[in-house]
T-cell receptor, first 113, second 110 residues
Framework: DSGVTQTPKHLITATGQRVTLRCSPR?????VYWYQQSLDQGLQFLIQ???????AKGNILERFSAQQFPDLHSELNLSSLELGDSALYFC????????????FGSGTQLSVL | GQQVMQIPQYQHVQEGEDFTTYCNSS?????IQWYKQRPGGHPVFLIQ?????EVKKQKRLTFQFGEAKKNSSLHITATQTTDVGTYFC??????????FGAGTILRVKS
């Protein structure tokens, strides 16, 4: 168990809908990272937060947004969902920023039908 | 942005055979990390290499960082069925992004 908690584990929804994925980092970790894993794209970096502030952004779609709350948990919001958004979404955490090992959660499997 | 290229994409070996995956970058890396993802699981950190020419061992796993810090390899000696999974290399890109290689899927026949 990595100590990173992601909910829900599975999510099935329809195109055009909006969903929220939740992540609780390891106790004491201030940084949260979001990754998307699909079969043909590998692990794609989406966004990173440190202590509530956005610190780095990858190729995250405008339909996607995220935030980190004062209690350090993070949410990834995906809207106007498309079939191609179906993927495994991982959250990871580390104690500070940069050049540290990441601890990954078990992921949320999103299926858009 | 920085990219790390990883080969091979897939390898199927007989139990007891050796396995190697390679990671290459066109730019000098500050460090490189390796992760393993078991089927149906999540990536788990294995090791970080920082120094030019560094070699680290974890039991049957040997990790190397090239002299120019542009390439790295993971070698598994005498594979076992417990080694199955996808092995990823990753590197920190400027701006606190950890970018991953495409991964090498290892299957072991017993």
């Amino acid at each position: 168990d990595s100590g990173v908690t992601q909910t829900p584990k599975h999510l099935i929804t329809a195109t055009g809908q909006r969903v929220t994925l939740r992540c609780s980092p390891r106790s004491g970790d201030l940084s949260v990272y979001w990754y998307q894993q699909s079969l043909d794209q590998g692990l794609q970096f989406l966004i990173q937060y440190y202590n509530g502030e956005e610190r780095a952004k990858g190729n995250i779609l405008e339909r996607f947004s995220a935030q980190q709350f004062p209690d350090l948990h993070s949410e990834l919001n995906l809207s106007s969902l498309e079939l191609g958004d179906s993927a495994l979404y991982f959250c990871a955490s580390s104690s500070t920023v940069g050049h540290e090992k990441l601890f990954f959660g078990s992921g949320t499997q999103l299926s858009v039908l | 942005g920085q990219q790390v290229m990883q080969i091979p994409q897939y390898q199927h070996v007989q139990e007891g055979e050796d396995f190697t995956t390679y990671c290459n970058s066109s730019t000098t890396l500050s460090n490189i990390q390796w992760y393993k993802q078991r089927p149906g699981g999540h990536p788990v950190f294995l090791i970080q290499l920082v120094k030019s020419g560094e070699v680290k061992k974890q039991k049957r796993l040997t990790f190397q960082f090239g002299e120019a810090k542009k390439n790295s390899s993971l070698h598994i000696t005498a594979t076992q069925t417990t080694d199955v999974g996808t092995y990823f290399c990753s590197a920190w890109e400027y701006g606190n992004k950890l970018v991953f290689g495409a991964g090498t899927i290892l299957r072991v026949k017993s």
